[in-house]
């Protein structure tokens, strides 16, 4: 079964809405999450990282001011999108994965995110 | 970034063939792994070769590592309809082991 849930799967909304999307690890303690944004027939773009207790590290060219990450327990990251536009659109994807070397990433379902 | 460069970029097949996909990098790296995507959904993980292993085995995936020439296949024998769907690979860096760079995918259509 999944060991990471991701909700909503699916979001249509309004030009400037806010929209939160939830990542949680369901039978381990994730310390680190990944966000990852995927457009059309392409491959995952990492967005940022998100670590329990501390701020998130978020890659070259993210706004961390539009792309709000918050991980306050060990099995719950949230990405929220702030004032979304057209332009925010895109399949967004989270991961988790077990403390130690060489484990792999466990991704949730995604969200499709349609602003109109 | 993308580091991984993979090919074909699409690859159409019969059920019962094999299907091979490649995948190259550029830095040193901690391990590489293939993961799987059917489309709209979120990504399986298939696989997992650490950088001192060659070659790995799990049911019908082969998965070969070479780091001199900095590649990996991925071999899928006897392939059946329900293989059809993007295949990724993305390798955990040795500076970053846990952060995943992903390559830009193989679209598998096996035709039943």
């Known amino acids: 079964g999944a060991v990471v849930s991701q909700h909503p799967s699916r979001v249509i909304c309004k030009s400037g809405t806010s929209v939160k999307i939830e990542c949680r690890s369901l039978d381990f303690q994730a310390t680190t999450m990944f966000w990852y944004r995927q457009f059309p027939k392409q491959s995952l773009m990492l967005m940022a990282t998100s670590n329990e207790g501390s701020k998130a590290t978020y890659e070259q060219g993210v706004e961390k001011d539009k792309f709000l990450i918050n991980h306050a327990s060990l099995t719950l990251s949230t990405l929220t999108v702030t004032s979304a536009h057209p332009e925010d659109s895109s399949f967004y994807i989270c991961?988790?994965?077990?403390?130690?070397?060489?484990?792999?990433?466990?991704f949730g379902d995604g969200t499709r995110l349609s602003i109109l | 970034s993308q580091q991984g460069e993979e090919d074909p970029q699409a690859l159409s097949i019969q059920e019962g063939e094999n299907a091979t996909m490649n995948c190259s990098y550029k830095t040193s790296i901690n391990n590489l792994q293939w993961y799987r995507q059917n489309s709209g959904r979120g990504l399986v993980h298939l696989i997992l070769i650490r950088s001192n292993e060659r070659e790995k085995h799990s049911g019908r995936l082969r998965v070969t590592l070479d780091t001199s020439k900095k590649s990996s296949s991925l071999l899928i024998t006897a392939s059946r309809a329900a293989d059809t769907a993007s295949y990724f690979c993305a390798t955990a860096d040795s500076g970053s082991a846990r952060q995943l760079t992903f390559g830009s995918g193989t679209q598998l259509t096996v035709l039943p």
């Open positions: 991961s988790a994965t077990r403390t130690g070397n060489n484990q792999p990433q466990h």
